[in-house]
């Protein structure tokens, strides 16, 4: 293992190559308002982090990591276009043992908010982590969240359906049992049936901060889809063949246009687009994987492009991730947004690959 | 050398767990007044019974202070984090059942399965602004469970009692508890997921990984042996 000055030195050489890159270097605190975090991540967060309290300032977190900071600095004064990159110790709470669990370790980021052309900016940030990382020969990984979005836009049903699926995009067993109800392939359950026919009363006094006018516009929901066409099992099998898609990345887009999703289009276009930018900046596409599943069960903030970095040996943690987060900016942007991807690298486990190689 | 055993002090959880060794030929018994926690084990050799609250249990197993214990699965599975690398699960005994389970107001027609509470949650947080509120104190269970399961958009408040008053009470919209007959749940207007069970707890014997088993291994394959039990793996 390398030691903390060892992955220090590490992590200050990274952020060399990122002030060298353009970016401006950013030192957010360690003690971020919870507030925020939880209402973006939710309990999720709760449990990877560490939560402490403030007399004056309420509950606070140890930063689980720093793109929120980056992301609300941006937001409030932010110049555009702006390139940003930091160094410093992230805390996760860990409930399992393992050495690749390690609660507290640097991070070394660069972010870029550019709002002239995404598809150059995704591939300016991990053609920049290539170079970085080359000497240790990982694998690279990536996939696009924008497809699976625009597969779920495509769908011929009713918007609510729509809605339902593209929310559970990060969690793939809800999205599966819930594209299966809409598919009617799952029996709908016998109180909803009921429900509908209006056989539910049961005299309930009704309690609590939920309205009953907020349940009678639910049932309207449930009503709206019982009536509506199911997706038709053509479509669900192509979701299916979609989710488990993996190719090397130069192959992709042919790929993607053989499950003739012709809502997929446009993404395709783009992920095209991207791995041109890319193979301009000198990366062998072929030497990629293209996972189309990819990032759907990391943080739920990545909504475009995404990558991992990863070694050989299973049991090390992933070396550097990133991806495209638009939709954050505009959650904590306040009526603001702009384009936003970057990425982090663990100068840690860097050290322990330069010390063993 | 002995190997301490701890179960709990009082009640009926106190007098069941007599009750299950007893079956087994081994005695357990309070000596001393009524109020003094001390304790004498009979038809076992090199047991020593150290009384304790039963919440307190999976803590002195995780610090291997005590080498066995008795307590319900829900506390080990709740308060220890990756509790199966911190107990062996020897034996379940038979009492003290109780189900952790979600409920919800009986008034919401509309809601009687997970997906329909996460349905629920995402109109209410885009209603109220902020997450559906689940009061509980199985923070981990209850969290693991619903993550697993893949519901969004709630959110834990913590409640360490009289939880299926905090819905009418407005600070929470649904609750996570346990529930044996489910009377205190109906008495409140709420109502059991179809859905929900989190975990079926019951009483459980189990061994401490981190205890110091250099010299109680005899002891310990004596009393598994008496109890009927295989020789746990503790490593």
């Known amino acids: ?357 | 050398m002995t190997i301490k055993l701890g179960v709990p002090s009082k009640g009926r959880l106190m007098e069941k767990t007599f009750d299950w060794f007893a079956g087994r030929g081994v005695t357990l018994k309070r000596t001393g007044s009524e109020r003094e926690y001390a304790g004498a084990v009979e038809g076992a050799d090199g047991i020593e019974l150290v009384l304790l609250s039963a919440g307190e249990i999976p803590r002195e197993l995780a610090s291997g202070r005590i080498h066995l214990g008795v307590t319900g699965s829900d506390l080990v599975r709740d308060k220890l984090a990756d509790w199966q690398g911190q107990v062996a699960e020897l034996a379940p005994m038979g009492f003290g059942h109780a189900d952790l389970i979600i409920a919800v107001p009986a008034c919401w027609a509309d809601v009687e399965t997970l997906e329909d509470l996460d349905a629920v949650a995402h109109a209410f947080r885009e209603t109220h602004g902020h997450r559906l509120r689940i009061a509980t104190k199985y923070h981990r269970l209850v969290r693991e469970f619903l993550t697993r399961e893949g519901v969004a958009d709630w959110q834990l408040v913590d409640s360490q009692g009289a939880t299926e008053g905090t819905v009418k009470n407005l600070t929470a919209e649904a609750i996570a508890d346990i529930t044996s007959s489910g009377e205190t749940l109906r008495a409140n207007h709420l109502k059991i997921l179809s859905d929900g069970m989190i975990h079926q707890s019951q009483a459980t014997l189990f061994a401490a990984r981190a205890a110091d088993w250099t010299e109680g291994r005899d002891c310990l394959a004596a009393l598994t042996a008496q109890l009927g039990l295989p020789e746990p793996e503790l490593r």
């Open chain 1, 1 to 357: 293992m390398a030691t903390k000055a060892q992955a220090r030195e590490t992590g200050e050489r990274l952020l060399g190559a990122f002030l060298r890159a353009g970016a401006v270097e950013v030192t957010p605190d360690m003690l971020q308002p919870a507030g925020t975090l939880l209402d973006l991540y939710g309990e999720d967060i709760r449990a990877r982090a560490y939560v402490t309290s403030d007399p004056l300032r309420g509950e606070m977190m140890l930063r689980p990591d720093f793109t929120v900071p980056v992301v609300e600095a941006q937001m409030a004064e932010g110049a555009e276009p702006a390139r940003y990159c930091y160094m410093g110790e992230v805390f996760r709470r860990q409930d399992h043992r393992g050495a690749a669990r390690a609660s507290e370790y640097l991070q070394a980021g660069y972010e870029v908010f550019d709002r002239t052309d995404p598809v150059t900016a995704d591939a300016e940030v991990f053609s920049l982590f290539a170079r970085l990382l080359a000497h240790l020969r990982l694998k690279a990984t990536i996939g696009d969240i924008g497809i699976l979005r625009a597969a779920v836009d495509g769908i011929d049903t009713i918007a609510p359906r729509k809605a339902a699926l593209a929310r559970h995009i990060w969690r793939p067993r809800r999205f599966h049992r819930l594209m299966t109800r809409y598919a009617g392939l799952e029996p709908v359950p016998p109180h909803r049936a009921a429900l509908l026919a209006g056989e539910a009363a049961n005299g309930a006094p009704w309690i609590g901060l939920r309205g009953p006018a907020e349940m009678r516009a639910r049932i309207e929901v449930l009503r709206q889809d019982a009536e509506a066409a199911p997706i038709p099992a053509e479509v669900v099998a192509q979701f299916d063949a979609l989710f488990s898609l993996a190719c090397p990345a130069h192959e992709a887009p042919a790929r993607l246009r053989a499950l003739s999703m012709p809502a997929l289009n446009m993404a395709i276009d783009r992920l095209e687009r991207r791995l041109a930018a890319m193979a301009a900046r000198s990366i062998d596409t072929s030497d990629l994987m293209f996972e189309a599943s990819h990032g759907r069960t990391s943080m739920e903030y990545y909504d475009g492009f995404v990558f991992t970095f990863s070694a050989a040996d299973p049991a090390l943690p992933p070396i550097a991730s990133g991806g495209r987060y638009d939709a954050l900016t505009r959650q904590l942007g306040g009526g603001r947004e702009i384009p936003a991807v970057g990425g982090v690298i663990r100068p840690g486990v860097v050290a322990d690959l330069e010390a063993g190689a």
